[in-house]
């Protein structure tokens, strides 16, 4: 089955305490993994699309990076502003643009 | 660019009662998709359509109706409702182009169904 599981649920740091989220996924195919990031009452924010094994982006303070089965969004000395839930969603074969979601990392940061 | 916009933010309905949840997209964008989003569950695939015209279903279609008549729009319709139907539902864009596949969604319609 087609499955998307992130890890921790919730994470607490205190400001500049960098830490990684986890985004584990069982898809056949692969095409995209996607990060998002959800503040409270709005929608989803898209904030990377990795394609494929090695693959690394970055933006301010956070770094997402890829392998064959997991993929992981680093967060280096984080601000309280960092703080939301962090999603992770897949599309795979020849569903492109069908995403399946993981539930969420909520991280709270702090000062 | 107002991006992807939905109507109404929130919305209290009786068992049975139907409504149309409104979503826009100013991109240009072939694809548009809903989701609703509940505790625990992560977001869900309703109906999406690759243009106009052009609809299927999601992962969790039952009591969902949607149509594309253009580009630009893409309702939801609420046939009946029921407490289950009790969400957040977001409207999602994107372009068709292959290796461009990231979605951009609405602020969403938060939902109870009484």
């Known amino acids: 089955e087609d499955q998307v599981t992130q890890s921790p649920e919730a994470l607490r740091l205190q400001e500049g305490e960098s830490s990684s989220l986890n985004c584990s996924y069982t898809?056949?195919?692969?095409?995209?993994l996607f990060w998002y990031r959800q503040d409270p009452g709005k929608g989803p924010e898209f904030l990377f699309t990795?394609?494929?094994a090695g693959e690394e982006k970055e933006k301010e303070r956070l770094k997402a990076t890829l392998t064959k089965k997991e993929s992981f969004l680093h967060i280096t000395a984080p601000k309280p502003e960092d703080s939301a839930t962090y999603l992770c969603?897949?599309?795979?074969?020849?569903?492109?643009?069908?995403?399946?979601f993981g539930t969420g990392t909520l991280l709270a940061v702090q000062p | 660019n107002a991006g992807v916009t939905q109507t109404p933010k929130f919305q209290v309905l009786k068992t049975g009662q139907s409504m149309t949840l409104q979503c826009a997209q100013d991109?240009?964008?072939?694809?548009m998709s809903w989701y609703r989003q509940d505790p625990g569950m992560g977001l869900r695939l309703i109906h999406y359509?690759?243009?106009?015209?052009?609809?299927d279903q999601g992962e969790v279609p039952n009591g969902y109706n949607v149509s594309r008549s253009t580009t630009e729009d893409f309702p939801l319709r609420l046939l009946s409702a029921a407490p289950s139907q009790t969400s957040v539902y977001f409207c999602?864009?994107?372009?068709?182009?292959?290796?461009?596949?990231?979605?951009?969604f609405g602020p969403g319609t938060r939902l109870t169904v009484t």
């Open positions: 359509s690759v243009g106009a015209g052009i609809t």
């Open positions: 898809v056949s195919g692969l095409r995209g």
């Open positions: 999602a864009s994107s372009l068709m182009t292959i290796g461009t596949y990231e979605q951009y």
């Open positions: 990795l394609y494929s």
């Open positions: 969603a897949v599309t795979h074969g020849g569903a492109t643009n069908k995403l399946i």
């Open positions: 991109m240009n964008h072939e694809y």
